[in-house]
C-alpha cells in the first residue's frame, strides 16, 4: 500500500511554462485535494474533488485547474506558472469527504518558478 | 483572512519540558478540530482530533485542550522528546462543507537532547 504518491519530487519552471502536477492514491478513497504550503501560512486549499467526476475550488485556486482522472487519480495543471507560485504542492486524499475523516497527504513537490 | 490563528512561531522546548503550541478559531461552525505533524521533507499526518463537545483529549503524551467559549484550541505534548521536533498544524473543518479543512499557520517545534 502506497498510500499518497506524487511526481515529480522537484521542477524547475521558468516564468509563463506550464506543467502538470500528478496523484495517485491506492486506499479507495473517494476525496481528494489540492493543497499549496508556504512559510507563515499554513497549508491552503487549491482544489478538491468530493468525489470521481467532480473539482471545486479551494481558498486559492487562480491560476490553477484540476482534473479528477478517475477515482484514483488527481492532477494539477499550472498553465502559465508565476514567480508566485513558487511553492510546495501537497496532495491528500480522504474517504468519503466527511467533516471528522482524516486526511492522507502525499509527500510533497517542491516548485520553484523563476 | 486566517480564520485559524496558531501561535508560537516557532518554540524550542528542553528534553523532557512541556510543548504547549496554541491555536483561535473565528467560524463558530467548526465543529472538528484536528492537529497535524509534519516532519521535513514529509507531508503532514494526523496526530490528534477533538470535537467541541469534549474539554479535553488526551493520546499518550500529546493532548488537546478545547474552550469553546474563548473559540481556542491548544496541543499539550508532555515529556518532550528530540523526535518531537516537527512543524505542528492546527486546522479546523465543518460537518456542512465535507472534510475540508482550514490549517493554522504552523509551529516549528524544535525539542534540545
Known amino acids: 500500500n502506497a498510500g499518497v504518491t506524487q511526481t515529480p519530487k522537484f521542477q524547475v519552471l521558468k516564468t509563463g511554462q506550464s506543467m502538470t502536477l500528478q496523484c495517485a492514491q491506492d486506499?479507495?478513497?473517494?476525496?481528494m485535494y489540492w493543497y499549496r504550503q508556504d512559510p507563515g501560512m499554513g497549508l491552503r486549499l487549491i482544489y478538491y474533488?468530493?468525489?470521481?467526476?467532480?473539482?471545486d475550488k479551494g481558498e486559492v485556486p487562480n491560476g490553477y485547474n484540476v482534473s479528477r482522472l478517475n477515482k484514483r487519480e488527481f492532477s494539477l495543471r499550472l498553465e502559465s506558472a508565476a514567480p508566485s507560485q513558487t511553492s510546495v504542492y501537497f496532495c491528500?486524499?480522504?474517504?468519503?469527504?466527511?467533516?471528522?475523516?482524516?486526511?492522507?497527504f502525499g509527500p510533497g513537490t517542491r516548485l520553484l518558478v523563476l | 483572512q486566517q480564520q485559524v490563528k496558531q501561535s508560537p512561531q516557532s518554540l524550542i522546548v528542553q528534553k523532557g519540558g512541556i510543548s504547549i503550541i496554541n491555536c483561535a478559531y473565528e467560524n463558530t461552525a467548526f465543529d472538528y478540530f484536528p492537529w497535524y505533524q509534519q516532519f521535513p521533507g514529509k507531508g503532514p499526518a494526523l496526530l490528534i482530533a477533538i470535537r467541541p463537545d469534549v474539554s479535553e483529549k488526551k493520546e499518550g503524551r500529546f493532548t488537546i485542550s478545547f474552550n469553546k467559549s474563548a473559540k481556542q484550541f491548544s496541543l499539550h505534548i508532555m515529556d518532550s522528546q528530540p523526535g518531537d521536533s516537527a512543524t505542528y498544524f492546527c486546522a479546523a473543518s465543518r460537518e456542512t462543507s465535507g472534510s475540508r479543512l482550514t490549517f493554522g499557520e504552523g509551529t516549528q517545534l524544535t525539542v534540545n537532547p
Open positions: 491528500a486524499s480522504s474517504e468519503q469527504g466527511r467533516g471528522e475523516e482524516t486526511q492522507y
Open positions: 486506499m479507495n478513497h473517494n476525496s
Open positions: 474533488s468530493a468525489s470521481e467526476g467532480t473539482t
